[in-house]
């Protein structure tokens, strides 16, 4: 993982205050091989009880744990101490290591320095809890002057606490800043770091043709479900968007690559794209058409397939009447059959009766007037 997490637990369930928020002078620490060469999975634990217990976990670079080497984590129950040395703060940390994982308990120091140097930078003192939490998410000097330097409102304490356990660090905004998105003010960055809009994201965009585009733009189509790909699919099948309303209304009701070449197969090509939203919504998908075709019913306008499937005409039915002896109806006339009511079992029923074989609008009417 590029970017710290808080894991709040208990505590959530009632709205606490930084200021009154207790700040733990130590905790345990646990530490696992990671994925990748150079790096462990550290996971801290702090609070008291399990009510208010808080986790912290992160991907990290061995270097990050200042005396502690490779040797010392291969060990066989050896004792060791080391550092997590912050701009923020700094975790005390000693315990044991056995082949590979290791555990233990930290104690924490707040920096009085960092205090000293945000100060400089016009920013107001943190609480202790804003300042662990600075700590804990490596919030340090270096995103304040990425801020001033991108022209971003200087934030508060509080702000950069709370850029810092979203995710929002100084890789995250300076990849951004790298895009041309230099959005004012802190909390675009957290809404945009909430809602999965990376700088891989922002990227698929651009090169779809969607660039600078506002914060509120970007966490809509990300939370749509519409990326560079997406965008780059519908290009390719000549659907060419003016905005992106249009792309995240085809998102939205499910009008995909897939479903534009079930169409191209069954002969409708080149649809509008307020056309296939229309046949998507109305459930006229590649299966329906074919089925249809196959039983005779290919009409030029898909409009007529639209109309049918929302009267019920579906392939079943056809068959149905088919059965009963009704094979050459039109679709108007199996809309009007099937808005009357009219079923094989009726079909059968008035038979029984002694009508013969009447004609379909002769059903209809004894449909119409009662006749079970």
């Not at 809890?129 to 991108?150: I, N």
């Not at 230099?182 to 994201?201: A, Q």
């Not at 009766?353 to 009662?370: H, M, T």
Request: with cysteine; net charge negative.
């Amino acid at each position: 993982m590029r970017f710290a997490v808080l894991l709040l637990t208990g505590i959530l369930a009632v709205p606490v205050l930084s200021a009154q928020r207790a700040v733990p002078t130590g905790g345990e620490w646990l530490i696992e091989p990671g994925e990748h060469s150079g790096r462990v999975q550290l996971n801290i634990r702090y609070g008291e009880g399990r009510r208010s217990s808080s986790n912290w976990g992160r991907d990290v670079s061995l270097s990050e744990l200042v005396g502690l080497s490779r040797a010392d984590m291969g060990g066989s129950g050896a004792t060791v101490q080391f550092k997590i040395v912050r701009a923020a703060g700094t975790l005390d940390c000693e315990g044991w290591f056995r082949s590979g994982k290791g555990s233990g308990h930290f104690t924490y120091q707040p920096n009085p320095d960092f205090v000293a140097g945000l100060a400089k930078r016009g920013i107001n003192a943190p609480t202790a809890w804003e300042q662990f939490q600075m700590t804990m998410a490596g919030v340090g000097l270096d995103l304040v002057d990425e801020l001033a330097q991108q022209k971003y409102d200087r934030p508060t304490a509080a702000e950069l606490a709370r850029m810092g356990t979203h995710g929002v660090d100084l890789e995250y905004v300076r990849d951004i800043g790298a895009r041309g998105y230099h959005l004012g003010d802190s909390e675009s960055l957290v809404r945009m770091r909430d809602h999965g809009v990376d700088p891989e994201f922002v990227a698929s965009l651009d090169s779809a043709g969607y660039k600078n585009l506002s914060a509120e733009d970007l966490v809509r189509v990300r939370d749509h479900g519409v990326n560079g790909e997406y965008i780059a699919d519908m290009k390719a099948r000549g659907y060419r968007f003016g905005d992106l309303e249009s792309v995240v209304r085809m998102r939205d009701h499910g009008v995909d690559s897939e479903f534009i070449e079930s169409l191209n197969g069954a002969g409708y090509k080149d649809l509008s794209a307020e056309s296939l939203v229309r046949l998507r919504d109305h459930g006229v998908d590649g299966d329906y058409i074919a089925d249809m075709k196959e039983l005779g019913y290919s009409p030029a306008n898909p409009e007529e397939l639209v109309m049918s499937r929302d009267h019920g005409v579906d392939p079943s039915y056809i068959v149905s009447l088919r059965e009963a002896g009704y094979e050459k109806l039109s679709l108007s006339e199996l809309r009007r059959a099937r808005d009357h009511g009219v079923t094989r079992g009726f079909i059968q029923r008035v038979k029984a009766r002694g009508y013969g074989n009447p004609s379909l609008d002769e059903v209809i009417r004894l449909r119409d007037r009662g006749l079970e």
